[in-house]
């Protein structure tokens, strides 16, 4: 089993950068995918960024490619998604995942799921 905590989320400004967490303990190791994903209200949850642990990959949707940054703290067992420029369309529930295995995009391929941090960006 796998737990998964994020924090960091909470209410900001246009055009400021925030940092979001995800916490991994249980069952993780290095061949272990963290992704982050989002979900806005209103709207399906879709897949942002993800990292491995096996060298340090990392993949990116084309919607915050370059604005967005996904790194991991081995030591600390955590993934951080680096937001930058945020906008009010940016607004949503952030969530971490977790799957055994290389990157992939799509939600059914993680079974484990963190409970969500609120972002909401404001003009």
């Known amino acids: 089993q796998v737990q998964l905590v994020e924090s960091g989320g909470g209410p900001v400004q246009a055009g400021v950068s925030l940092r979001l967490s995800c916490e991994a303990s249980?069952?993780?190791?290095?061949?272990?995918?963290i992704g982050w994903f989002r979900q806005a209200p209103g709207k399906d949850r879709v897949f942002l960024a993800a990292f491995n642990w096996n060298g340090g990959s990392t993949y990116y949707s084309d919607s915050v490619k370059g604005r967005f940054i996904i790194s991991g703290d081995n030591a600390e067992n955590t993934v951080y998604l680096q937001m930058n420029s945020l906008k009010p369309e940016d607004t949503a529930v952030y969530y971490c995942?977790?799957?055994?295995?290389?990157?992939?995009?799509?939600?059914?391929?993680?079974?484990?799921w963190g409970q969500g941090t609120q972002v909401t960006v404001s003009s």
């Open positions: 995942a977790a799957r055994p295995g290389s990157i992939r995009t799509t939600l059914a391929l993680y079974p484990y």
């Open positions: 249980g069952r993780t190791d290095s061949t272990y995918t």
